[in-house]
Structure formats: structure tokens, C-alpha cells
């Protein structure tokens, strides 16, 4: 069999691929650590914290995250229950519980690496607030108005009921063993018998109340709707309103020692060195803030929406943001160098200074959704919207308008070819800047809207119209038509040289090509494409495309777009791709996606052990027969990194998927084939390492 298929393979070298999968080498890089809502941060010690969340009233959302560096990295912790979590509460150095959605109660005794359930239920209701006054005695708020309360360290509860109408969102806080407090509205909840009674104290603000922290057994703070604080003196019996910090809601609340103290909430967080006399802020843009901890008076998180993650090392003076972009939905990106980069979308810039590892919103306009994004140099920065153009020259930390339409007049397209000479298109014609952006002149009125275009040169460009395929060759002053075949959304348009171009039409699945600069056009429908967002070309031969066709969202040509490869990038919709080199892309998309290869979104596979294998050798896969996913392992001796290519065929010899085509260290390696877009029968994967080969046969059977 062996000496059968290397006449096939001879054969069939040269023949193209038709559709083949790639198991792709595609990371998320935002948003991180999560996207979901953090509702609530504690350490163990100074590198060990906790913090969970989820969705609220979203089943299967829950998430709980361990950081061992102090939150600069974040592992998600598999539990019993996916349900959305609101409050961990650390006992002393190993012990931890966590309480949320179903009257969930979660424990752990060794540092928070595992969970386990302590209280079984078939509630609906709400375990929102934990507190502990020591190692055994603990309570928690239930929003059905009752407390759970334990004296063993979690492994008996025993449920009172408050006497009140159930309220969610509250906080639970006690002194000691006898005296505790409920946040409820306007008022507090005060039980001085160890939460078997309860009494309502309004306490004479007017605002809701969100949290509540105490200094000592007398002194303690209240924070809540519209930055409101109060305090007292006297264990709660009095309090009086401090001030209104600002217009924003605040959160959370929690003090150092009794003169510092930290409450925080939507994009601002505020620090008392005088026991709250006075509070200076620190604004994090586009952080919804819900929850404090500190481990020392220096060190100190915070966590909140879209997995919000800061960090303080000198007593929250500056807080550094660790986690990584943003949720809301990125259409566009450019890099000015391996480590600076933008991403623009919904109301949001985000910026990277180290190569993508970490994304920080910079600036945004609640009314804006930034489409386009060019970038100058380092300082020097445009990005449009679909009535306005935006420009920066500081690096992305301050925008002023430049140029903008009244809706519903918008923006269809911009370009740059070069850094002073631009062009856009809109309703009232074609737009030409000769000073990067800071003016904006009309050199055409068409009579007709060019969707998307494309410029070669400062004179020289090509358009997509309602009425066809147009080009220019005097800077946009007049426009030929010079095909119209092209009909229909494009979402994509772009030259690589002054002959051939692609546009892209996502609702057909169609990729036109030119090779006589526009005279003429051959359109291809490809089956295996599903509404294609961008295209970018690193070279004639080697293109990619975005799409949203989840879970394979990027395809990759390497024969000049005849056939496009599918790679699997995950559960993501994508908007756009580029490449800064041959290997390193990024691709970005809804819900705050950023994806990033370096090695041209080949196949990652996992090294299954340490140990260096004393041979070569290609395992027969498992399961076989499959359908449709079986794995492949192989291992791979000598001391150095060898190029490793493993290929799978079908019956006649013809390449449908690359696995793996990268240098990798000895080991052993495994990877996942996915044959769901194949038809059943038989095929054959084909490892070479060096002078070493090896064939397997294996059986698809649907």
C-alpha cells in the first residue's frame, strides 16, 4: 500500500486543492481573561486570588478564574456547576467559598484550585453576598429574603427568614458573631443576635445602597446609586451623606486600614486618605467596576464587566489594567509596527503596545461605531464612522472631527494611498484630502454612490458602484465605467498589483477576480464560503479572508485565490484580517474578538509529554472509523526542532487538509481531524520528518 500511494501522491502534487480544512493556529487574544461579567475578586495571599462571575440569569455562564501571579494570568477552574456565580468570600490561607445562581454554594480547601458542593437545592433563587466572621462562622444573602448561616465552616446551613420582601442585588456584612447588616434599598437590614432576627433601618439617604464595609466595630461606609456615601460612627445606629462623588454608580467598597479606603464603580474609581472626608479619582475608561480586594495596603485588584481585571502595587495611586480589550464589536485594525497596534469598532479604540498580548480601551464615543482606521505614524492616526472622520495626533489618546456628513448621508468607503493622499466616498461624492485628514475637498460628483474603491496609486484607482466596476486615473476628478458585471453587496474590494484585483460579495459567496485591471472579471461561487467580510493578500500566490461562518471564519489561499482553504478559528464572527508579515495576522470581530497567528494560521497541535522519544512514529488514529473527528498522534526524536508536515488525502491520492506544517520540538504530538465537511470513505495521513515518512490509512463513515 505504501509503494501505491507515493505514485498517487507523485501524481497529484501538482494539483490544487479543492476544499480542505485546516485544524488552524488562530488565538484569542481579547477579550481576556473573559468575556463575561467578574462579580466579585479576594485573594488567598499576595499572588493567589479568586474571582467569578457569568452572565446574570444566563444558565450554563458561570466562571470561576485563579490568577497565581497576582492577575497578570488568569486559569479558568472547571467546577460541578456552570451557573452564574456573584461572591467569593477566602476564610484564611486554603479556604474559600463562592455562592451564586440555584442557591449555589461552592467550596474549596486548597487554595482555590478545586470546588465542591456544600448545599444541594432545587431553588430558583439567588445566593448573591457571602461573609465570614471566623474560620466556622459564616452567612450568606439569599434573594428570597432568608440567610443561610453556618457555625462548621460550610458543611451544615441552616435558612432564616428575615421577615422582609425579597430583594436582590444586596450585600451582607457582619462585625462579629451578633451584629450584622443587610443592604436593602434606601435602608439596611440589622440583626444583633447572629441573624436570627432582623429589623429595618432606614438609614436617611435617599439612593439605592450597593455595598457596605466597616473599619472597626463603629466606624463603617455605605456606597451606592449615583456615587452616593454615607457614614457612621456609631455601629450603624446613625449615619450621615458624605457627598456625591460623581454622576456614576458605585459598587463596591472596601478600606486598607481606618483612614484609606477605595469605592469604585462605572469607569472610576476613588480613594480617601482621611477616613472619607475627601476622595480623589482614578478613571479607567470603559471599566464597569464590581468589586475591590486588597491583600496588603499596597496591593490590591479590582474586577468587573467584560472581564475587567486592575492592578495596584502601590496603594492605588495607579492602577494597572491587565485584562485585555473589550466586548463590544471591532471592525477594523491596523498596526504600525510588531508591537503597536489599533483596533476600532463599537464605540471603542483599543490599543496594543505589546504585539496583541494585551489591548486597553483608549477612547470612545457612545454615539460613534468606527468602521475604518489608517495610521500615519506613531502619532498621527484617522478613523471614520459612517458620517464622520476622526483624527488623532497623539497616539490615539485624544480625537477631533475632520470631515463629516448630516445622516442619513454616511460614509461608504475610505482609502489611503499614501499618507497625505486620501479619498472617501459618500453621498455627496467622491472626497480628496492632499494633507492626511486635516481637510477634506469634493473632486467628483459621479451621480452615483462608489460602495467600496481602491487606490494604486495617489491617481490611479478603481471603484464598486451601483453601476458597475468604475476607474479613475486623475485622482477621482472623473470616473470610467469599464465593466458593469458586478452586481450586488460587496464587502471587500482590493488591487495587489496594477492588473489584478478581488472583490468579494458575502450574501452569494462569490470571489471576483481580474488580471487586466478591471477590463474583465471572472466571478466563482465557492460552496465552502459563507458571508466573507474582508480579504487580504500577503503576496500574489497568498491570500486570507474573514468571514462570519463560525466555527471556520478565515480561509487562506495559496494559489492566487482558485481555491480557499477553511480554517478553524473557533466560535467567532469576524469582520476583518491582515497580515503585518507572512506569518504574523491578526483577524478581529463581534463581541470584541481578537484573533493572532504567527505562523500563517497553520495548525496548532498539542505536545502530549516531556520525555524526547527514541524513534519516529506515526500512530493509527482513533477512533477508526470516525465521524467526524478522530485524533492523530505521532512523535517525533533527534535534539532538534525538525520541520514536521502531516497531510491526510482521499482515496485518489488528492491533498484535502494540511495538519501540521511547522517546526516542532521532540516529543509527542497529537491532533484532532475534523472530516465533517467530507464525504465518507477512505483517506490516508502522510507524516515527513526529514527522511523519515509514514503512512496510516483511516475510514470515514457518516
Known amino acids: 500500500m505504501k509503494k501505491i500511494f507515493a505514485i498517487l501522491f507523485i ?62 494570568d488568569w486559569t479558568k477552574i472547571s467546577t460541578l456547576t456552570s451557573r452564574p456565580l456573584y461572591d467569593v468570600y477566602v476564610v484564611n490561607a486554603n479556604t474559600g467559598f463562592a455562592v451564586g445562581d440555584s442557591m449555589t454554594i461552592l467550596k474549596t480547601t486548597n487554595e482555590g484550585e478545586n470546588w465542591f458542593s456544600v448545599y444541594n437545592s432545587n431553588s430558583s433563587s439567588v445566593n448573591y453576598s457571602i461573609y465570614f466572621v471566623n474560620e466556622n462562622t459564616g452567612f450568606i444573602y439569599n434573594d428570597s429574603a432568608k440567610v443561610l448561616k453556618t457555625t462548621n465552616c460550610g458543611n451544615n446551613w441552616s435558612i432564616i427568614n428575615t421577615g422582609v420582601s425579597p430583594y436582590p442585588y444586596r450585600k ?65 445606629l446613625n449615619w450621615f451623606f458624605i457627598s456625591y462623588l460623581s454622576l456614576s454608580t458605585l459598587n463596591t467598597v472596601f478600606f486598607v486600614n481606618e483612614n484609606t479606603g477605595f469605592t469604585a464603580g462605572d469607569n472610576v474609581i476613588f480613594r480617601t486618605t482621611d477616613q472619607g472626608l475627601n476622595w480623589d479619582a482614578r478613571f479607567i475608561y470603559s471599566y464597569m467596576i464590581k468589586s475591590i480586594d486588597f491583600v496588603s495596603e499596597n496591593k490590591g485588584m479590582l474586577v468587573g464587566v467584560n472581564g475587567t481585571v486592575a492592578k495596584t502595587e502601590n496603594g492605588g495611586i495607579n492602577w494597572e489594567v491587565t ?58 492616526l484617522l478613523a471614520s464612522t459612517g458620517n ?31 499618507s497625505s493622499v486620501g479619498y472617501l466616498s459618500c453621498t455627496q461624492g467622491i472626497c480628496k484630502t492632499v494633507d492626511s485628514s486635516e481637510s477634506w475637498t469634493i473632486c467628483s460628483q459621479p451621480g452615483y454612490v462608489i460602495v467600496k474603491f481602491f487606490f494604486i496609486n495617489e491617481n490611479t484607482g478603481y471603484g464598486a458602484s451601483n453601476t458597475g466596476f468604475i476607474k479613475t486615473t ?174 491526510v488525502y482521499d482515496i485518489l491520492g488528492k491533498e484535502v487538509a494540511t495538519l501540521v506544517n511547522e517546526k516542532q520540538s521532540p516529543g509527542i504530538y497529537e491532533v484532532t481531524f475534523n472530516g465533517n465537511n467530507f464525504a465518507s470513505g477512505v483517506y490516508f495521513y502522510r507524516i515527513q520528518v526529514g527522511n523519515f515518512m509514514q503512512v496510516k490509512k483511516m475510514v470515514l463513515i457518516k
Not at 200 to 213: A, C, D, L, N
Request: proline share 4%; with cysteine; aromatic share 16%.
Open 11 to 72: 501524481i497529484h502534487y501538482s494539483l490544487f486543492i479543492r476544499v480542505a480544512f485546516s485544524q488552524s493556529g488562530w488565538i484569542l487574544q481579547s477579550p481576556l481573561p473573559t468575556s463575561k461579567y467578574l462579580y466579585s475578586v479576594k485573594y488567598f495571599d499576595e499572588n493567589i486570588a479568586i474571582a467569578v462571575g457569568g452572565f446574570e440569569f444566563t444558565p450554563n455562564s458561570g466562571i470561576i478564574l485563579r490568577t497565581t501571579n497576582s492577575g497578570i
Open 172 to 236: 451582607i456584612y457582619f462585625l462579629n458573631e451578633n451584629t450584622g447588616f443587610i443592604t436593602y434599598g434606601g435602608s439596611l437590614l440589622k440583626s444583633t443576635n447572629g441573624g436570627l432576627n432582623w429589623s429595618v433601618y432606614p438609614i436617611g439617604v435617599p439612593k439605592e445602597i450597593y455595598s457596605i464595609f466597616f473599619t472597626n466595630e463603629l466606624t463603617g461606609f455605605v456606597v451606592g446609586y449615583n456615587s452616593m456615601v454615607a457614614k457612621t460612627t456609631n455601629s450603624g
Open 323 to 380: 485584562s485585555s480589550g473589550s466586548c463590544q464589536k471591532l471592525a477594523n485594525f491596523s498596526f504600525i509596527n510588531q508591537n503597536t497596534g489599533y483596533s476600532v469598532g463599537e464605540s471603542i479604540v483599543l490599543k496594543t503596545t505589546n504585539a496583541g498580548l494585551n489591548w486597553r480601551a483608549i477612547w470612545g464615543n457612545w454615539y460613534d461605531n468606527f468602521e475604518n482606521l489608517y495610521i500615519f505614524n506613531e502619532n498621527n
Open 388 to 418: 464622520t472622520i476622526y483624527k488623532s495626533t497623539n497616539g490615539g489618546e485624544n480625537w477631533t472631527s475632520k470631515f463629516s456628513v448630516i445622516p442619513p448621508e454616511e460614509i461608504s468607503d475610505i482609502h489611503f494611498p499614501k
Open 474 to 647: 486623475n485622482g477621482g476628478i472623473n470616473w470610467d465605467i469599464i465593466n458593469n458585471s458586478i452586481n450586488g453587496y460587496v464587502s471587500s474590494f482590493l488591487f495587489i498589483d496594477s492588473l489584478t484585483g478581488y472583490i468579494t460579495q458575502p450574501y452569494s459567496n462569490i470571489i471576483s477576480k481580474t488580471t487586466n485591471g478591471g477590463i474583465n472579471w471572472i466571478s466563482n461561487s465557492f460552496s465552502n464560503l459563507s458571508f466573507i467580510t474582508s480579504m487580504f493578500f500577503i503576496n500574489k500566490n497568498i491570500g486570507f479572508i474573514s468571514m462570519q461562518n463560525s466555527p471556520f471564519s478565515i480561509a487562506k489561499t495559496t494559489n492566487m485565490g482558485n481555491n480557499w482553504i477553511l480554517q478553524n478559528t473557533g466560535d467567532y464572527f469576524l469582520n476583518t484580517v491582515k497580515f503585518l508579515d507572512s506569518n504574523i495576522g491578526y483577524a478581529v470581530g463581534e463581541n470584541g474578538v481578537i484573533l493572532k497567528t504567527t505562523n500563517g494560521g497553520s495548525v496548532w497541535v498539542s505536545n502530549n509529554s516531556q520525555e524526547i522519544p527514541k524513534s519516529f512514529e506515526l500512530f493509527q488514529n482513533y477512533p477508526n472509523p470516525f465521524n467526524p473527528t478522530t485524533n492523530i498522534k505521532y512523535q517525533i526524536t533527534n535534539n532538534l526542532p525538525r520541520q514536521v508536515i502531516l497531510r
